[in-house]
């Protein structure tokens, strides 16, 4: 696997350190579930402050929960059939 170097600081390398012990994992998979949270995390605050725009126009909000009505209608086709 490629790898780089990067610089962290002594309390963070002591931290990662710290978990790959406990967690008895590479300090790599470590690092990469971090980030990987972080990433998430980031996704879903970025989600949130555009739904809270589309929630300041109340037309364009309006427009949302009509077509989420109408996809909803969608979620049973077919369901009974075999």
């Given at each position: 696997?490629?790898?780089?170097?990067?610089?962290?600081?002594?309390?963070?390398?002591?931290?990662?350190?710290?978990?790959?012990?406990?967690?008895?994992?590479?300090?790599?998979?470590?690092?990469?579930?971090?980030?990987?949270?972080?990433?998430?995390?980031?996704?879903?605050?970025?989600?949130?402050?555009?739904?809270?725009?589309?929630?300041?126009?109340?037309?364009?909000?309006?427009?949302?929960?009509?077509?989420?009505?109408?996809w909803?209608?969608?979620?049973?086709?077919?369901?009974?059939?075999p």
């Amino acid at each position: 696997m490629p790898s780089t170097t990067i610089r962290i600081s002594p309390e963070t390398l002591h931290s990662l350190r710290e978990l790959a012990q406990q967690l008895g994992e590479p300090m790599q998979r470590i690092l990469a579930h971090a980030v990987e949270g972080y990433r998430r995390h980031h996704l879903l605050e970025r989600t949130n402050h555009a739904y809270d725009a589309l929630r300041s126009d109340p037309e364009a909000w309006q427009e949302e929960e009509e077509e989420r009505q109408a996809w909803d209608i969608s979620l049973s086709d077919d369901l009974d059939e075999p």
